[in-house]
């Protein structure tokens, strides 16, 4: 698919067909979220893949145990075959940085003007998701509960130093999911939100 198409194909499905996604389809938006850029080429992060029913059950349990939530969103969003949890992880930044070529020895997080690891784990979430529509599939990126984290990481057995940043399920579009925000807002124009050569022009 062309690149422009990707991105502008790029829209979050909350409801997916029965049919499974394919290994292969899998294998290559994993394959393609590790070509993401971080900071200090330092990849603090970590995907957990989930594919089968059973698991897929799991984690609905474990992050949205709530017997009342009959919602539109959950029961489209669980019909999805696959799922990637995409997490990051804090330490391996500090270390990378307190290495000789960066010298940041303290550990000092306020040295970061952002978290990187956040970030990096975004990039490569993007790249999950681009590929997936490459694929003819769709997907989207959802929150979990911070109450629920470590509901989640006793499931899966994920260290604490792994934090979800979302979770990405996948499959293949259907109709009828729960509709997104750009159905009750306008994207901002794009002259609305670049500055060129400064702010106020
Ligand atoms: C960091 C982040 C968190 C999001 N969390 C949720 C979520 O919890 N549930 C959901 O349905 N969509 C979630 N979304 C999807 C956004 O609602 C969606 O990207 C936005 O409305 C624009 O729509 P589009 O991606 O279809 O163009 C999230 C997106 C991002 C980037």
Known sequence: ???QDVVRRRKMVRRFGPDPVSDAALDRMLANAVHAPSAGFSQGWAFLRLETPADIEHFWA???PDPEADNDWLTGMRTA????????NKEIYLDRYAQRDKGWTDRDEARWPVPYW???????SLLILQT??????????FGIPPEQIPAF????DVPDDYIPIGAIA???PEQGGAPGSPTRRTRRDVDEVVHTGKWSQ
């Open 118 to 124: 956040h970030i990096d784990t975004g990039m490569a």
């Open 170 to 172: 996948v499959g293949h």
């Open 62 to 64: 474990a992050t949205m």
């Open 1 to 3: 698919m062309d690149f």
């Open 153 to 156: 990481r006793e499931a899966f």
């Open 81 to 88: 075959p696959a799922l990637i949890v995409p997490m990051s």
């Open 132 to 141: 997936a529509v490459d694929e003819g599939l769709g997907a989207c990126f």
